[in-house]
């Protein structure tokens, strides 16, 4: 088993930051080198990638609605990934998920398909 638990979320004023963690820990983890993604879900929408990051940390990628403002890291040794999210806008306002991909094929590593755990999503409301 894998369990992926998200924290960090809250209210905000547009313009401020919040900075988002997501830990990972299971058995299947020990000794694996796997990515990480972020997504978001606003109401009423479908779910969204934001980002996603390799194991070493040298390969990141965003949604071009996010670049320049988010920044994705992870600190192995914790076993966290963080989303530090600045400047942020009222349309940022969603559920956040972090995602552990192990099995899914590594082409689907910027939609939902690439993952195969997922926490259970932390709430970010960006006030206007």
């Known amino acids: 088993q894998v369990q992926v638990t998200e924290s960090g979320g809250g209210s905000v004023q547009a313009g401020g930051s919040l900075r988002l963690s997501c830990s990972a820990s299971g058995r299947l983890l020990v000794g694996s080198r796997y990515p990480m993604g972020w997504f978001r879900q606003a109401p009423g929408k479908e779910r969204e990638f934001v980002g996603t990051?390799?194991?070493?940390?040298?390969?990141?990628r965003y949604a071009d609605s996010v670049k320049g403002r988010f920044t994705i890291s992870r600190d192995n040794a914790k076993n966290t990934v963080y989303l530090q999210m600045n400047t942020l806008k009222p349309e940022d306002t969603a559920v956040y998920y972090c995602?552990?991909?192990?099995?899914?094929?590594?082409?689907?590593?910027?939609?939902?398909?690439?993952?195969?755990?997922w926490g259970q999503g932390t709430l970010v409301t960006v006030s206007s």
């Open positions: 990051i390799d194991w070493s940390g040298d390969n990141v």
């Open positions: 995602a552990v991909a192990f099995y899914a094929p590594s082409n689907q590593i910027l939609t939902e398909r690439g993952y195969d755990y």
